[in-house]
């Protein structure tokens, strides 16, 4: 069944991303705060797990939202991630940004409406930190695809797919989770492929069934929105989990990876 083997990404000694390891990356959409960020980083490395998120530039749909922290939010991500031994996530909203995130960040990440961003694509190909590509919420899996060359003909062949939903004319969830793309770029492509089941569904409730079904499906990881107070977030509230609600994704997550001869990391 699987025509292309998964080639895994070594992030550090401890983390290999796309082996026998589901990677499972917990963060807040936005880094607000030094306290708050530092409560899911405590948890983080209360559950053995080895990477946190965090947008410090965020691409808003409105001007009028909360924009991020900048550079003061990748400082505090940083200080967080090296007080708990952690990696860091986070995105590049603009070729500016590229050596800023290269200096703070050990996973770059290039957002949903940044996915054909051609100048952006080539800028994060030349550099050696493995890339997170998210789909494009109107891309097909082939244009997606595409933009993963725009970055490997450049040198940069670390990269990671994430699926995280894409707009159907379904109106219930935010956006529809596309599994079926995930089960076929896990049997079709050399790069590992996860799942972001916070933006996939923008519902608390939805996240954990999601994740799981993201976990069967063959997703290599997963990338979950969590707050310790997400009725406050200044981004993406809704499908934010809290600190016990990301401990039960971990349990949760952690079963459906042991049926599969998998374990979370
Ligand atoms: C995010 O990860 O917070 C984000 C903005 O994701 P996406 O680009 O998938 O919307
Ligand atoms: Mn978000």
């Known amino acids: 069944m699987i025509n292309i083997e998964t080639k895994p990404i070594s992030l550090s000694p401890e983390l290999t ?4 390891e589901s990677t499972l990356i917990l963060g807040p959409c936005s880094v607000e705060s030094y306290e708050q960020t530092r409560l899911v980083g405590k948890l983080i490395h ?4 080895k990477m946190i998120r965090g947008g410090a530039f965020k691409p808003r749909t409105s001007p009028d939202a909360f924009q991020g922290l900048g550079e003061e939010g990748l400082e505090i991500l940083r200080a967080v991630a090296d007080e708990f031994d952690l990696l ?6 603009g070729v500016e940004q590229v050596p800023l995130l290269q200096k703070y960040a050990d996973l770059i990440q290039i957002g949903s409406r940044n996915m054909q961003h051609f100048p952006l694509l080539w800028a994060v190909g030349e550099i050696e930190k493995p890339v997170m590509l998210k789909r494009g919420f109107m891309s097909t899996v082939e244009e997606w695809l595409a933009a993963a060359k725009h970055i490997s003909s450049r040198g940069n062949e670390k990269i990671i797919l994430c699926e995280r939903g894409i707009r159907t004319f379904e109106t219930l969830t935010r956006n529809t989770f596309d599994t079926n793309a995930i089960a076929f770029l896990k049997q079709n492509s050399p ?7 916070s933006h996939a569904t923008g519902r608390a409730d939805l996240v954990i069934p999601a994740a799981q079904s993201a976990l ?7 990338v979950v929105e969590v707050h310790p107070n997400p009725a406050e977030a200044l981004s993406d509230g ?15 997550a952690t079963r459906i990876a042991t049926a599969l001869g998998r374990k979370i990391g």
């Open 88 to 93: 860091v996530l986070s995105e590049a909203l």
């Open 191 to 197: 790069y590992p492929i996860f799942g972001d089941p």
């Open 17 to 20: 991303i796309g082996g026998n």
């Open 238 to 252: 809704k499908q934010s989990l809290t600190l016990a609600q990301g401990e039960e994704l971990f349990e949760q």
């Open 46 to 49: 209360k559950l053995g797990l």
């Open 216 to 222: 069967a499906a063959g997703a290599d990881g997963l």
